[in-house]
């Protein structure tokens, strides 16, 4: 019998903490709601978005039952739930505890894990991550110092393909080629060599490392300590050594600019069986899709969902003759299953009506917009956060009080700005443009 969870808190009180960190990380979970403007908001962290069917039928119930009814995918891998009236913490937290998906109340918004999402599934990567998320997770929810951690600190696990290392992760483990791991924090110079055999612990140290370093400068992220890497870097060494892991330099890979979604279509691999992937447009999934996906997941895959950093879902375990009807249903559904939908590449912030710093319904103007697929990505912001913008190159669309400004990035990189009116005519035009045309 599971004991009675506590409601969550929406916007906790602050008075009279006098941590600098304590006051600054608003970021939600699960327990800990935000208030938007179409209601609450909970964030539920999924390691390495790896979800059972279980699991999954209990996340669509609570949306359907609690909220508005869809999930919301982040650039994280995590899942949101919008529209949640103030009266559902208990049933939430109790749903999510009774589930798996909270196992550690206090680390409940320190779980923030990207993992190589076709690791182990198309023979590509140097190895099967899955041993290290699994147990990355434990250690991070055994440790009492870890839960200091904010819910903006983030773990990459990534086979050696480079697709999550371009994410610019706190502490990344990227595997190599010789059964060893690169152990990099923070910027893209600092990284050392460790066995493989060790690597989520030197993660956990890493991550331990960091919070003393952090201790008293307001610090969440390792990019967001005073000065360079290094100082942190020695600390970890040294630690590593008192652990008895061995550590040594390490030719520092050249971190990706750009990240390698999985395309979406059937994953072939080594084994008898196949993936599935297929990505959600705009990151919104309804419960018909939902009901497809996980359907797809327990009668014709192995159980599991994966979702990925960039709005898609993985599905596992397929029998390669059943996979071609399996990825048309969830075609028919209404899921992006190959190169050429216009939704492919197209991303959005929240935007209006649910958040009150949009100065534009962003989604609604991104699908009346929307195109034949182009070469560079978009995303479509409500102001100029740009909440959840991908890396690397993109064309940004931000709504201003004239329209919208419209320019391509790439890294610290803009491009020349263009500011054009809202409305799909010319807004399509400025977009298909700036995104460019594929082959
Ligand atoms: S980018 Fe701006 S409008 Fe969009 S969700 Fe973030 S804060 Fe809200």
Same mark, same amino acid.
């Given at each position: 019998m599971l004991?009675?969870?506590?409601?969550?808190? =929406?916007?906790? /009180?602050?008075? !009279?903490? /006098?941590?600098?960190?304590?006051?600054? +990380?608003? @970021?939600?979970? $699960? %327990?800990?709601l935000h208030r938007a403007d179409d209601g609450a908001l909970a964030r539920v962290r999924i390691p390495g978005g790896v979800l059972s069917a279980a699991q999954?039928?209990?996340? &669509?119930?609570?949306?359907?039952?609690?909220?508005d009814g869809e999930l919301h995918l982040t650039s994280r891998g995590n899942v949101q739930l919008r529209g949640l009236g103030p009266d559902c913490g208990g049933e939430l937290a109790s749903g999510m505890a009774e589930s798996g998906l909270l196992p550690s109340e206090r680390h409940e918004r320190v779980r923030n894990i990207v993992a190589?999402? %076709?690791? #182990?599934?198309?023979?590509?990567?140097?190895? +099967? =991550?899955?041993?290290?998320?699994?147990?990355? +997770?434990?250690? %991070? @929810?055994?440790?009492?110092?870890?839960?200091?951690?904010?819910?903006?600190?983030?773990?990459?696990?990534?086979d050696g393909?480079?697709?999550?290392?371009? %994410?610019?992760?706190?502490? $990344?483990?990227?595997? *190599?080629?010789? !059964?060893?791991?690169?152990?990099?924090? #923070?910027?893209?110079?600092?990284?050392?060599?460790?066995?493989?055999?060790?690597?989520?612990?030197?993660?956990?140290i890493a991550a331990e490392a960091f919070l003393d370093a952090a201790a008293g400068s307001g610090a969440w992220r390792v990019t967001d300590l005073p000065g360079d890497d290094e100082p942190l870097l020695d600390e970890i060494v040294r630690r590593l050594r008192q652990a008895g892991i061995s550590s040594g330099p390490t030719a520092v890979p050249a971190?990706?600019?750009?990240? /390698?979604p999985p395309d979406p279509g059937i994953v072939t691999g080594p084994h008898n $069986?196949?993936?599935?992937?297929? &990505?959600v447009p705009l990151g919104r999934i309804g419960a018909h899709q939902w009901q497809a996906l996980t359907g797809t997941a327990r009668h014709h895959g192995n159980g599991e969902l994966r979702l990925t950093p960039w709005r898609g879902l993985v599905v596992p375990g397929l029998e390669r003759?059943?996979?071609?009807? /399996?990825?048309? *249903?969830? #075609?028919?559904? #209404?899921?992006?299953? &190959?190169?050429?939908?216009?939704?492919?590449g197209v991303g959005a912030c929240i935007g209006r009506? &649910? @958040?009150?710093?949009?100065l534009a319904d962003v989604r609604a103007e991104a699908a009346a917009t929307v195109g034949p697929p182009g070469t560079l990505p978009v995303y479509w912001s409500g102001c100029e956060r740009r909440c959840g913008h991908p890396r690397g190159e993109w064309v940004d669309v931000v709504a201003t009080p004239d329209g919208y400004r419209v320019r391509t990035v790439r890294g610290e990189e803009r491009g020349s700005p263009l500011t054009v009116p809202a409305g799909p005519p010319a807004l399509a035009a400025a977009v298909t443009a700036a995104r460019g045309t594929v082959g």
């Open positions: 004991a009675a969870m506590p409601p969550p808190a =929406i916007f906790p /009180a602050r008075t !009279g903490d /006098a941590s600098p960190r304590a006051r600054g +990380d608003a @970021c939600p979970g $699960t %327990l800990r999954a039928d209990v996340l &669509g119930k609570l949306a359907e039952r609690l909220g190589s999402p %076709l690791s #182990g599934l198309d023979g590509r990567g140097e190895r +099967d =991550i899955r041993p290290w998320l699994s147990a990355v +997770d434990e250690l %991070l @929810c055994a440790s009492d110092t870890a839960a200091g951690l904010s819910g903006r600190f983030l773990f990459a696990l990534d393909r480079g697709d999550v290392d371009a %994410l610019g992760a706190d502490v $990344t483990l990227l595997a *190599r080629s010789d !059964g060893a791991a690169t152990l990099r924090v #923070g910027s893209a110079e600092s990284a050392v060599r460790i066995p493989g055999a060790r690597a989520p612990q030197a993660a956990l971190r990706p600019e750009k990240s /390698a $069986t196949v993936a599935l992937s297929a &990505g003759g059943r996979a071609a009807a /399996a990825l048309d *249903r969830l #075609g028919a559904a #209404g899921l992006i299953i &190959g190169p050429h939908s216009p939704w492919t009506p &649910g @958040c009150a710093r949009s």
